[in-house]
């Protein structure tokens, strides 16, 4: 199985600061499609997970565009340019390349 | 506009059975790849399976294989998960997703509970 490490798995942050999140993935990405298929889910306290990022760095649409990730292989990374308040709660990276998908082990960000 | 909604959760003893259901709308449901994913109380989220657009193809986590069925009726936009010999572990939030490589639209989930 592709193995997903998270890093930070907490993260604190003061409101206007910026974040950042790693996932590392045990295997590369990359497929053979040319595609590298890393996503990024944010879950809000008591919410169902909402995709934020797919395929490395594509933002998906409603996304504040204070969000962005980028990566290559087996190294990426989301960031948050501003954190807001909004922006609490639990952040997942998942791999969509090889069966079964794995998800990180989730990033809690809290307001310092 | 994209709603996918589950149904069918519920309290149960271990070894029981269930049907999980997910009714899909706002979207070509017939061409979308379709999975489902659970969190268990207070932990991350686990990928438990996925179904081709035609049906044709699953996939299963290790952990329900053997146990779990997944299926599609795309004349009636719905995703089932058939979950039988129910453990104690089974118990989770069970989430209906749009796609599988990157899922990008989720259910709110219906809650399944496995205890004697």
Redesign the interface.
Known sequence: DVVMTQSPLSLPVTLGQPASISCRSSQSLLYSDGNTYLSWFQQRPGRSPRRLIYKVSKRDSGVPDRFSGSGSGTDFTLKISRVEAEDVGVYYCMQGIQWPRTFGQGTKLEIK | EVQLLESGGGLLQPGGSLRLSCAASGFSFSTNDM?W?RQAPGK????VS?ISATGDKT????SVKGRFSISRDNSKNTLHLQMNSLRAEDTALY?CARG??????????TLVTVSS
């Not at chain 2, 599988?100 to 989930?109: A, L, M, V, Y």
Request: aromatic share 22%.
């Open positions: 999975s994913v991350g989220l686990e990928w996925s996939f299963y986590a290790d989430y599988t490589s990157n899922p990008g639209d989720w259910g709110q989930g």
